[in-house]
């Protein structure tokens, strides 16, 4: 049985969700975070690489979820919500299963300059922070008005690599699912998933550890 070591507040709740939409047994293991946010020093102790999510499967530990999401499906699942490369989405599929550490870098530049930098390259740095959220909001919006889900018609590992970072993505750009209509209906449509909202109640960002 796969168990996933969740740290609460954290990508790996994506995990909870795939193991959820596959029917999937597994074991959940939660982490509580340390006052200040960082993660638990038990936590550090699971992989080398210090970073969530963390599974271990037939003793193999493992991380960063695409790399996860992946493993489960091929090994677990048939290649269930995988793209293969005969198939015409499979470079939608890559470029989204991807897209999550290109947002994610960018979330952390804006944490770490704030949305008013200030300095000789502030200006600079506006333009290029400015630039790169407008064009990941222009390329969700084309991506859903041609398709329910990002990698086609089908949901795969793609969207669930996604939707984790939604909220960082809107915050960070200065918009809101408003201003985004293809993107809110998609979000919308993620969100009735059952598998989603079962993951959300397990694993979330508000939900609890069992007692």
């Known amino acids: 049985m796969i168990t996933i070591h969740h740290l609460g507040v954290s990508q790996s709740d994506r995990v909870v969700w795939l193991m959820e939409e596959l029917g999937l047994p597994y074991d959940l293991k939660w982490y509580h975070r340390k006052a ?6 038990d936590y550090f102790a699971l992989h080398p690489a210090a970073t969530a999510p963390v599974i271990e499967d037939d003793g193999r530990v493992l991380t960063e979820s695409a790399v996860v999401l992946e493993h489960i499906c091929h090994t677990h699942a048939n290649g269930r919500f ?25 979330y952390f530049a804006y944490l770490a300059l704030g949305a008013n930098p ?6 600079l740095v506006k333009e290029l922070l400015h630039r790169r959220w407008s064009g990941y909001y222009a390329m969700l919006e084309q991506t859903l008005g041609d398709h329910d ?13 996604v939707v984790y970072n939604f909220g960082n993505i809107l915050a960070s750009g200065g918009k809101t699912l408003a ?3 293809n993107t809110k209906a998609y979000f919308q449509r993620i969100g009735a998933r059952p598998a989603y909202r079962k993951a959300m109640q397990i694993a979330g960002p508000e939900a609890t550890p069992p007692e």
């Open 36 to 41: 200040n946010r960082l993660m638990p020093e």
């Open 82 to 106: 995988t793209v293969s490369p005969d198939q015409p989405t499979y470079s939608d599929y890559l470029y989204w299963m991807h897209f999550n550490n290109n947002a994610l870098g960018l």
């Open 118 to 123: 200030a300095g000789e390259t502030a200006p």
């Open 149 to 161: 889900h990002l990698a086609g018609d089908d949901f795969t590992c793609a969207d669930m690599m």
């Open 179 to 181: 201003d985004l209509p």
